[in-house]
């Protein structure tokens, strides 16, 4: 088992930047690949970014240019640095482990104003 804890969400304005951090803990040697899916109101969840463990990344169209990930290994975690945010940015963003099995954090709100 995997377990993710998230941190860094709020509330911020158009154009400004926000930092999410997830740590990891459990059987963290297992994990191949963390990334970070957000989900608005009414709307499927969706992936934003992801890592593997090689440091390769792929990111959606939508924030490519705008967000950037990376991760460390000692303690295992990945984080999301936003900038540039905009309104449509808004959701719950939620961090992902690939292992055994697909892990899930809680989620943290993020909430850009116009």
């Known amino acids: 088992q995997v377990q993710l804890v998230e941190s860094g969400g709020g509330l911020v304005q158009a154009g400004g930047s926000l930092r999410l951090s997830c740590a990891a803990s459990?059987?963290?040697?297992?994990?191949?690949?963390m990334g970070w899916y957000r989900q608005a109101p009414g709307k499927q969840r969706e992936l934003v970014a992801v890592i593997t463990s090689g440091a390769i990344t792929n990111y959606a169209n939508d924030v490519r240019g705008r967000f950037t990930i990376g991760r460390e290994n000692v303690p295992k975690s990945v984080w999301l640095q936003m900038n540039s945010l905009k309104p449509e940015d808004t959701a719950v963003y939620y961090c992902?482990?690939?292992?055994?099995?697909?892990?899930w954090g809680r989620g943290t709100q993020v909430t850009v104003s116009s």
């Open positions: 459990g059987n963290i040697a297992s994990i191949t690949l």
């Open positions: 992902q482990a690939v292992g055994r099995g697909a892990y």
